[in-house]
């Protein structure tokens, strides 16, 4: 029994690895992005607007990370 599981786990393991490191790469890009957004300048003019912005995405990588975690 376990030499006819083993291989089905081995392939879910992969499949929940792959998408945690693309997970984790699209994660890291967010921060990035957001360091870089002018919010965070005292020179902002619309920093409101940028805020929404940045909810809106963070919201959408929020939903990305509970389907890993539903699937």
Same mark, same amino acid.
């Given at each position: #029994?376990?030499?006819? =599981?083993?291989?089905?786990? +081995?392939?879910? =393991?992969?499949? $929940? /690895?792959? !998408? %945690? +490191? ?6 890291? @890009?967010? /921060? @990035?992005?957001?360091?870089? #957004? ?6 902002? %003019? *619309? +920093?409101? @607007?940028? $805020?929404?912005? =940045? /909810?809106? !995405?963070? *919201?959408? =990588?929020? !939903? ?5 975690? $539903? %699937?």
């Amino acid at each position: #029994m376990k030499q006819q =599981v083993a291989p089905l786990q +081995a392939n879910e =393991v992969a499949s $929940i /690895r792959k !998408r %945690t +490191a693309g997970f984790d790469v699209r994660q890291h @890009e967010f /921060r @990035e992005l957001f360091r870089k #957004m002018e919010p965070l300048l005292y020179s902002c %003019t *619309n +920093a409101y @607007e940028l $805020i929404d912005e =940045v /909810r809106y !995405r963070k *919201n959408n =990588v929020c !939903r990305k990370c509970q389907k890993c975690h $539903i %699937t």
